[in-house]
């Protein structure tokens, strides 16, 4: 296969393959959670689980100063790598015209030198959140295969995006390609490991603020 | 318990699994920020007491029959079926280590209510034969006598009698009419009679009119301890009952943790029909009766206190600001410990634990977290609203060398009424 | 001076007490309920008690020990309840009374808490028994009160 044939391949089919799989699994995902249902709560309620879902969707991003001094590392790193992850996917020009492409919207993006330095603190936080993984007794007993295989899925594009941007190692056009295939990896396994979170935490802060709040607690 | 298999187990946790719990397990990304949150696991550094671990056969569960890749796995054969040893590997993990404190579900980034699932894997580890001895024993008894500690009637009323006579008051019983029917727990009719006397007192200076059943005087409920939820059932029922033949307007619930969860929260929904009384914390009465005027002091404590919120009636049970607000009027100098209120560590006893004595010297090594605690305050004494609680800060007081005396905040209040 | 024969009149006369004598009183109360507790220590602490010379010291590790005693001798949450054993509980929880420190009683009556819990012993022992002879308790520990005033 040639350059373009494979850059013809990977922009096309396989990129529609890829967010199909991607867009019906976040729905297989989404109805697998609520076709599972909950019981209505008979007790009395003493606040609204409403307002308790809403307000833990937002201030659950918010860590109590307790967890902070105890898992400062997590929760540093992990915003980091988060915004990181942020700036690079919606801020970087070249990935606004891909969603425009796909989507019919854009917006305005950061300059590209800003994403650049961005993009490589993302991936020394994530090498770092990796090394934590491994050491930390915590989340080495709590990782299994697909923990890792997630990172790795998650920073492949971040480094292929890194050499493809400042042309370092293959060909440009073969750079870019193998780029969009880690995407389209990391796409095919979004809805089906924990990457999922980033839609599910939605509905599992919310549950969790219904039924604090149903209580009259603040969670 | 009769009956118990490892089908039942499996499917009960099966059954146990909603919409919530789908949507916690799709969400956990191993983070571990729930353990810094476990006073199980930071006395003992132990990462097998990670919250989130406690539910392991849950989420096999749910991943192997409510997920695509995984129901696909188990059709081909890919996956490593739950089995009853993984039950029995659990048993500690989930009655030893965990007092359904639900401080690990304040702290989880993504928003997973970890308690919530560790009382549903109960439900699973109970129907399977797999719970502790001590729980058990308890539960049979709470069926068979009617009180997990044994306490029959006759016990009771020799209470009863004693309190009359101490405190010149009249313990009404089978009162028809009453507006509150009043529920005791084993632990105070047996270790802390004084409660049935200050709620005598309090009640007579402020003209509160209630009763006790002669039916049923048990608040605790062994079943939702143990996780067998058509006991708990049973046990909610005969409060029910007792309440409806009485027509009291409202169930006070004693300082007892998990007797205020069982009867507050759980009741109606184990029973599947809302209740026709409102149910209320013995706290929120007396705050309401505070708020009104109605309690007379004739003095305040003046040593320096703090308050240990019970995990069932504060954070699990929204009832934060009532003891806050007594213990403001009862006392001079009231000060907070370091993370009171909703986030406050739990005492290392409820939901069982101390009722396993397996767990004794878990549940001892936990008190170095209330320790810390309370030496950032160093108070005078030590208050609180649950007579489990009590019991063991009173031990875990005693084994740290640490000379604070443990009060019961109604039993204070008692206390300094004016003599009218 | 006439014995003391109501509730009313106990209570008032302990009131009257310093905190020492009341430690004394205390142990008496405690010595008239002992053969309902098994523990061997609330013996040594009731003979600590009674002694108006007892040192500092002495009192300290009395407190200890009397606490240790309640507290291994309460009935643990979900455990089947022996009344027998608790009447022992509430003796060790007299005997705490007896020896708590000043300043840790905080203004409440040594003396009134340790006759409550005796009281609370021998109910324990009715319970047990299925009898009715904590009524009794009350008349012994009026007249040792009595008693205790006049000498």
């Known amino acids: 296969m040639t350059d373009a044939e494979f850059l013809l391949w990977v922009r096309g089919p396989a990129f529609n393959t890829a967010l199909f799989i991607m867009l019906a699994g976040i729905v297989i995902r989404f109805l697998e959670i609520l076709f599972l249902g909950r019981k209505t709560n008979l007790a009395e309620a003493r606040g609204s689980e409403v307002a308790g879902g809403f307000r833990t969707i937002l201030r659950r991003s918010v860590p109590d100063m307790d967890s902070f001094h105890r898992s400062g590392f997590t929760i540093i790193a992990g915003y980091v790598f988060h915004i990181g992850l942020f700036v690079v996917i919606f801020l970087f020009v070249p990935h606004i015209l891909v969603f425009e492409r796909t989507l019919g919207i854009s917006?305005?993006?950061?300059?590209?030198?800003?994403?650049?330095?961005?993009?490589?603190?993302?991936?020394?936080?994530?090498?770092?959140?990796?090394?934590?993984r491994i050491k930390d007794p915590v989340m080495r007993m709590l990782s299994?295969?697909?923990?890792?295989?997630?990172?790795?899925?998650?920073?492949?594009?971040?480094?292929?995006?890194?050499?493809?941007?400042?042309?370092?190692?293959?060909?440009?056009?073969?750079?870019?390609?193998?780029?969009?295939?880690?995407?389209?990896?990391?796409?095919?396994?979004?809805?089906?490991?924990?990457?999922?979170?980033?839609?599910?935490?939605?509905?599992?802060?919310?549950?969790?603020?219904?039924?604090?709040?149903?209580?009259?607690?603040?969670? | 318990m009769s009956g118990a298999s490892f089908e039942r187990g499996y499917n009960a946790l099966k059954e146990q699994i909603d919409a919530p719990v789908a949507a916690f397990l799709s969400s956990c990304v191993h983070c571990g920020m729930c353990a810094e949150a476990c006073l199980f696991f930071t006395e003992t550094r132990d990462p097998k007491y990670t919250p989130i671990h406690k539910v392991e056969p849950l989420r096999k569960i749910w991943k192997q029959e409510y997920t695509f890749w995984g129901k696909l796995g188990k059709a081909l054969g890919l996956s490593k079926p739950l089995t009853d040893q993984d039950l029995a590997d659990w048993e500690t993990?989930?009655?030893?280590?965990?007092t359904l404190c639900g401080r690990c579900s304040m702290v989880c980034p993504v928003g997973n209510d970890i308690a919530y699932m560790i009382r549903k894997t109960r439900e699973g580890m109970a129907a399977a034969g797999h719970a502790p001895e001590g729980l058990i024993g308890a539960t049979k008894r709470a069926v068979t006598i009617g009180s997990p500690m044994g306490v029959k009637l006759p016990a009771l009323q020799a209470q009863i009698r004693h309190t009359e006579q101490e405190f010149d008051v009249k313990v009404p019983v089978d009162v028809e009419g009453a507006d509150y029917l009043c529920m005791l727990s084993s632990m105070e009719i047996m270790n802390f009679p004084e409660y049935i006397g200050s709620i005598a007192r309090i009640f007579k200076q402020a003209g509160v009119s209630w009763t006790l059943s002669s039916e049923a005087f048990e608040a605790t409920n062994s079943g939702i301890q143990i996780g067998v939820s058509d006991i708990a059932a049973e046990l909610v029922q005969r409060i029910v009952d007792a309440a409806e033949k009485?027509?009291?307007?409202?169930?006070?619930?004693?300082?007892?943790?998990?007797?205020?969860?069982?009867?507050?929260?759980?009741?109606?929904?184990?029973?599947?029909?809302?209740?026709?009384?409102k149910v209320v914390h013995i706290l929120e009465v007396l705050d309401e009766l505070r708020a009104q005027g109605k309690l007379k002091l004739k003095d305040r404590e003046t040593q320096k206190l703090t308050?240990?919120?019970?995990?069932?009636?504060?954070?699990?049970?929204?009832?934060?600001?009532?003891?806050?607000?007594?213990?403001?009027?009862?006392?001079?100098?009231?000060?907070?410990?370091?993370?009171?209120?909703?986030?406050?560590?739990c005492c290392g006893a409820g939901g069982g634990v101390s009722s396993n004595e397996r767990a004794d010297e878990l549940r001892l090594k936990t008190f170095a977290r209330k320790k810390?605690?309370?030496?950032?305050?160093?108070?005078?004494?030590?208050?609180?609203?649950?007579?489990?609680?009590?019991?063991?800060?009173?031990?875990?007081?005693?084994?740290?060398?640490?000379?604070?005396?443990?009060?019961?905040?109604?039993?204070?209040?008692?206390?300094?009424?004016?003599?009218? | 001076m006439t014995g003391i024969t109501n509730e009313s009149e106990f209570r008032q006369a302990i009131k009257e007490l310093g905190y020492d004598q009341q430690r004394v009183l205390a142990a008496k109360f405690v010595e008239h309920a002992l053969d309902l507790c098994?523990?061997?220590?609330?013996?040594?602490?009731?003979?600590?008690?009674?002694?108006?010379?007892?040192?500092?010291?002495?009192?300290?590790?009395?407190?200890?020990t009397a606490r240790a005693a309640a507290i291994d001798s309460h009935t643990r949450c979900g455990s089947e309840g022996d009344w027998q054993e608790q009447a022992g509980y509430f003796v060790a929880r007299a005997a705490v009374s007896a020896v708590t420190p000043e300043a840790q009683l905080a203004g409440a009556s040594a003396a009134l808490q340790a006759a409550m819990s005796c009281r609370m012993a021998q109910t324990s022992k009715s319970i047990a028994a299925d009898d009715d002879r904590a009524v009794q308790e009350?008349?012994?520990?009026?007249?040792?009160?009595?008693?205790?005033?006049?000498?």
């Open chain 2, 246 to 277: 009485l027509k009291v307007k409202a169930v006070i619930s004693p300082e007892c943790g998990h007797a205020y969860m069982a009867i507050r929260w759980e009741g109606p929904n184990l029973v599947g029909k809302k209740f026709g009384f």
């Open chain 2, 93 to 98: 993990l989930v009655y030893d280590s965990c």
């Open chain 3, 38 to 64: 098994s523990d061997k220590r609330i013996a040594d602490v009731v003979r600590i008690a009674a002694d108006s010379n007892a040192s500092h010291d002495e009192l300290a590790g009395a407190f200890h």
């Open chain 3, 138 to 151: 009350t008349q012994d520990q009026y007249r040792i009160l009595s008693e205790y005033i006049a000498s």
């Open chain 1, 107 to 132: 917006w305005g993006g950061l300059p590209s030198n800003i994403v650049d330095a961005t993009t490589v603190v993302t991936i020394v936080a994530l090498l770092a959140v990796l090394v934590h």
């Open chain 1, 144 to 219: 299994k295969f697909s923990d890792y295989l997630v990172w790795l899925v998650t920073i492949l594009p971040l480094i292929t995006g890194w050499m493809a941007f400042n042309r370092v190692g293959l060909s440009g056009a073969t750079l870019i390609g193998v780029h969009i295939l880690s995407v389209e990896l990391l796409m095919i396994l979004f809805p089906f490991t924990k990457l999922s979170h980033a839609f599910t935490l939605f509905l599992a802060r919310w549950y969790n603020g219904a039924i604090a709040g149903y209580k009259g607690v603040q969670s």
């Open chain 2, 307 to 345: 308050y240990h919120d019970p995990c069932q009636i504060g954070r699990r049970g929204g009832v934060l600001e009532q003891p806050r607000n007594l213990l403001n009027m009862v006392a001079e100098n009231f000060v907070e410990m370091p993370e009171a209120g909703k986030m406050n560590w």
């Open chain 2, 372 to 420: 810390a605690q309370l030496d950032a305050v160093n108070p005078d004494a030590l208050m609180s609203a649950c007579s489990n609680c009590r019991i063991h800060l009173e031990e875990g007081l005693e084994e740290y060398h640490m000379d604070i005396p443990l009060l019961s905040l109604t039993e204070t209040i008692a206390e300094h009424l004016s003599e009218k």
